[in-house]
């Protein structure tokens, strides 16, 4: 074995440029699919024409509310670009300039205003179905959050409205005295002079009003909270059942690491085996030279070993930048050891079933990134039926055991460590026999 | 001329059609035996089976594989290696008792030496053939199988080639080798064993399949193997 790995790794080292590739282009995907992980979608590019005129307020009770205090709310939520007319807006969607226009009418204040009107807005986009769905999408949850900070000024310039009803004194709205009595002061005052009242239908009158007055008082306090409870009826307090929490980060590490450990193991090892193939040497050792195991360990160990080398480096390397606890190291070479076998042995099945390398390559490229990208799909985003099936092909192949295994090493995750390493030291076996059977016929 | 190996009955199917029936010949030391045939006839199946990278389904070898030293038809070598770095690796992988001396006596041979550190990816047909002969005489085989050597050869590169072959079989190496080339049998070859449909028709000098073929001595034996071939043929629709 040790001859072979030295005539391979001398091939290696000479095939700079499939070296480069190897290395570069995992890292290169690795990265795309992190970055898509763990930020955050962007803003989408609207432009929002604002015709309300300017300084219109909607008025509740004693307050008013700035309409423009709904565009500064839109604004925040995409990236704003704003166009003085409608036209202008229409032109700059129809040149792609931005991906939709929100049209805020004139007549949105009188309407707010009413009381009895909704207030619309127009939404103007263009593109494809997928630019459709998107903005649309992006669109309903940015209009969403607008909506929703606008009610909640609303809803505090009616608690202060109602709080003025209640405390009296200043309140503030057009037209009312100065020094105002609150209601809540008036069953006290009645009461008061109700005392001094002799019995009678004047008292027993003044009485009925009191009661009133008391109730009104209760029940417009208790509208305040009513309105805080309508403005945001449900709260979320989320509580992890089992490990730790990922954060998103670190997580996507992992699966950037994942994913360069996968693609360059399964090709160097496909790519190894098949090379024996191209250049007709596999039958030559193949006639006593070495046995098939043993070329199968040699193809699998160069691959494993290469892979590991170079995620490790990727996983310290990104440790530089990223909080990783370099603690759980032991752990990190553990599940990497383990992954880089499971796909290596994975490498050698695909290698021992194709005849050149480039045919090799591809059908390695073919099974892995889909494999990958399946086992990336979480849980309830897909109906229950296909996501069972995606669980079913994701158990048969490494990568979702070995980024399994590589978050339980990194971050601690559910499930424990032990799981996953011997889901992968299962489908190592399992890819060692198949690649066994397919080099059967050497030729 | 004493026997180095012998082929007894050999026989091999691929699913339902017959690639060797009942081959048998045997070949003494220094002898050289072409296989000739039409396509198809099973020439690559028998090299295969003495060489032991292909088991047979019935019959026997008297030799085992590490006795035989085998070329295929393509040159078995890695592109990216010097002649030198083969020669070695093939002698460690055969566990020759003195790789170096039989890397330096194989480059001797080859009259590659000057070109020993040369990629193989950049030498001519004629030399990567040579490298692929000179690898499997690395551990210094009785037997040499060689599938169609000359294929893909121009002339001169050809003439070179079964220079060194005869030189081979001068010091006592038995070859067989199979050729389309009927014209190199007939120039080279000691015996010449004709397969047709797998089976072995003829195992004589190239002389008495001139003979056999209606030709006269120093005639054409390819126009001889032709007519060989349709006698056969004919006889075996008459029956």
Known sequence: MRWLLRKDLLILRRSRLLVALLVLYPIAIALLIGFAISRSPARPRVAIVDETPPGETVKVGGERVKVSAYAEQLFNQVNSVPVATRAEAIAKVKSGDVLAAVVIPPDLTARLSSATEQGSLEVLYNGNALEQSLVSSTLNSALAQANLAFSEQIQQAAAKAIDALLQGGNVGILGAPEGLLGLREIPGRLQRIIAAEPPGHVRSELQRINEFAGFAAQNLALSKEVLSTISQPITVQSKLLHGRRTPLNTFAVVVAVSVSLMFVCVLLAAGGLALEREEHALARLLRGLVSRETLLAEKGLLAAGCAFLLAFAMLAGIGAFVALDFSRVGQWLLALAFGALAFAALGVAIGALAREVRAASLLAFLLSLPLALLALVPSGSVSGGFYAAISAVSFVFPFKACLQALDAAVNGASPAIGVPLLHLAGLTIVFGVLARVGLRHAE | MSELISVAAVAKRYGDRTALEDVSFAA?????????????????????????????????????????????????????????????????????????????????????????????????????????????????????????????????????????????????????????????????????????????????????????????????????????????????AER
């Open chain 2, 28 to 236: 003494g030391a220094g002898e050289i035996v072409a296989v000739i045939g039409p396509n198809g006839a099973g020439k690559t199946t028998l090299l295969s089976i003495i060489a032991g990278t292909l088991a047979p389904d019935a019959g026997s070898v008297s030799r085992a594989a590490g006795d035989v030293g085998w070329a295929p038809q393509q040159p078995a070598l890695y592109s990216k290696l010097s002649v030198l770095e083969n020669l070695e690796l093939f002698a460690r992988l055969e566990r020759v008792a003195d790789p170096a001396a039989a890397v330096a006596r194989m480059l001797a041979q080859t009259g590659l030496g000057d070109r020993a550190e040369e990629p193989v990816a950049r030498l001519s047909g004629g030399n990567r053939q040579r490298v692929n002969v000179a690898i499997a005489l690395l551990a210094e085989p009785p037997v040499l199988a060689l599938d169609e050597p000359s294929a893909s050869l121009d002339p001169s590169q050809r003439e070179r080639l079964w220079e060194f072959i005869s030189g081979l079989a001068g010091a006592g190496t038995t070859v067989v080798f199979s050729t389309h080339n009927v014209s190199e049998a007939q120039r080279y070859a000691a015996r010449t064993l004709v397969l047709s449909g797998g089976r072995l028709l003829f195992d004589g000098t190239p002389a008495a399949l001139l003979g056999d073929g209606g030709e006269p001595a120093g005639g054409d034996l390819e126009h001889a193997l032709v007519r060989f071939l349709q006698a056969r043929e004919a006889r075996t």
